[in-house]
Nanobody, 123 residues
Framework: QVQLVESGGGLVQGGGSLRLSCAAS????????MAWYRQAPGKQRELVAA???????NYADSVKGRFTISRDNAKNTVYLQMNSLKPEDTAVYYC?????????????????WGQGTQVTVSS
């Protein structure tokens, strides 16, 4: 059993900040890439930011300079610091991780998703 749990979402005014956290739990040996996606009503889910196991990052053009993704491998946690928030950032944010599971039968990879956390930015 593995699980990703997001936290930190909420309602903020434009220009404000939020920090999202996503903690992975279960029989996890290590984690490869981790990422944040978001989905607004009527739109497709889109990649917001990603970070590799080595710390290389990638951001959507719409959030560059405002959002920062980071990870704490000791805690199996990925973060998304969101600054200068805009109403168009309003969406459900989802955590994604490529996990390496340590099971009795051996090691396996699993692409896992959290349930999402709502971020609402008012004007």
């Amino acid at each position: 059993q593995v699980q990703l749990v997001e936290s930190g979402g909420g309602l903020v005014q434009g220009g404000g900040s939020l920090r999202l956290s996503c903690a992975a739990s279960g029989s996890i040996f290590s984690i490869n890439d981790m990422a944040w996606y978001r989905q607004a009503p009527g739109k497709q889910r889109e990649l917001v930011a990603a970070i590799t196991s080595g710390g290389s990052t990638n951001y959507a053009d719409s959030v560059k300079g405002r959002f920062t993704i980071s990870r704490d491998n000791a805690k199996n946690t990925v973060y998304l610091q969101m600054n200068s928030l805009k109403p168009e950032d309003t969406a459900v944010y989802y955590c994604n991780a490529d996990l390496i599971l340590d099971l009795s039968s051996g090691y396996y990879t699993k692409d896992s998703w959290g349930q999402g956390t709502q971020v609402t930015v008012s004007s």
